[in-house]
C-alpha cells in the first residue's frame, strides 16, 4: 500500500500518494454526502462519549479524542480503488496533479463498489462504506494528533442543519482543521497505520 496523506477541504479529502507523509494543500476529494458528519449521536461532544465499544464494527471509544473504527469495519474499499486512487501508473491518480488528481480520486471513491456494513456509535447506525470509512479515519488521526480542539468544532458545527435541510459550510472549521493536520506530522504517521489509519479502510 502507498503512503497516503489527507487534509480535509470543503467537507472532502485531499489525496495523494507521498513518501514523506507529507498534506498537498490543492485538489479536494469530495465524498459522498451521507448526511451531516457523524462520531457524536447529540450535543457538541464528538466520537468520545458514546459508551463502550460494540463488537462488529462501531466507533471505539477514545478517551478525549475521536475515535477509530474498529476492526470489524475493515476494508471498506477495494484493491482496485486504492490502486486507481493512489497508482502512479499513466492513467491513475497518483500521476496527475491539482484539480485533475482530486477528480481522478473522487471518481475512483465514488465508483467503489464494495459492500457496505452497518456502523454501530453508540445507540446509533448508520451505512458505512469506503468514502465514510476514509472521512472516519483522518478524522481520527486528526484528533489523535494534535487537533482535537478543531476536529470538535468541525463536526459540531457540520452536524447543524438548516430548517430547509441544508448545512452549513464550515468554512472557518475547515480551514482551522487543515492548518491544524498540516503542522503536526503525527497525522501522517497515523494515517498510514493499518489498523488505525486511512489504509486499514483499503485492506
Avoid: Y
Wanted: glycine share 12%; aromatic share 4%.
Amino acid at each position: 500500500m502507498k503512503n497516503v496523506a489527507f487534509a480535509i477541504v470543503a467537507l472532502g479529502l485531499v489525496a495523494c500518494g507521498s513518501s514523506n507523509n507529507s498534506h498537498p494543500d490543492t485538489g479536494a476529494i469530495t465524498l459522498p454526502d451521507t448526511g451531516p458528519a457523524t462520531g457524536h449521536d447529540s450535543g457538541p461532544a464528538v466520537g468520545h462519549d458514546t459508551g463502550p465499544a460494540t463488537t462488529g464494527c462501531s466507533l471505539t471509544v477514545a478517551t478525549g479524542n475521536f475515535g477509530s473504527l474498529s476492526a470489524g469495519c475493515f476494508p471498506r474499499c477495494s484493491a482496485a480503488t486504492a490502486q486507481m486512487a493512489f497508482g502512479t501508473g499513466a492513467t491513475q491518480c497518483g500521476s496527475m496533479t491539482g484539480d485533475a488528481a482530486a477528480m481522478c480520486q473522487q471518481t475512483a471513491i465514488d465508483s467503489d463498489t464494495s459492500a457496505t456494513t452497518t456502523l454501530t456509535i453508540g445507540t446509533n447506525t448508520e451505512q458505512l462504506d469506503c468514502g465514510g470509512c476514509v472521512q472516519f479515519q483522518l478524522l481520527h488521526c486528526a484528533s489523535a494528533n494534535g487537533c482535537a480542539t478543531q476536529v470538535d468544532a468541525f463536526l459540531t458545527c457540520s452536524s447543524m442543519a438548516f430548517p430547509d435541510g441544508g448545512v452549513p459550510a464550515c468554512t472557518t472549521e475547515i480551514d482551522n482543521l487543515n492548518t491544524c493536520i498540516n503542522a503536526q506530522a503525527g497525522v501522517g504517521t497515523c494515517e498510514n497505520d493499518m489498523t488505525q489509519g486511512i489504509v486499514a479502510c483499503f485492506g
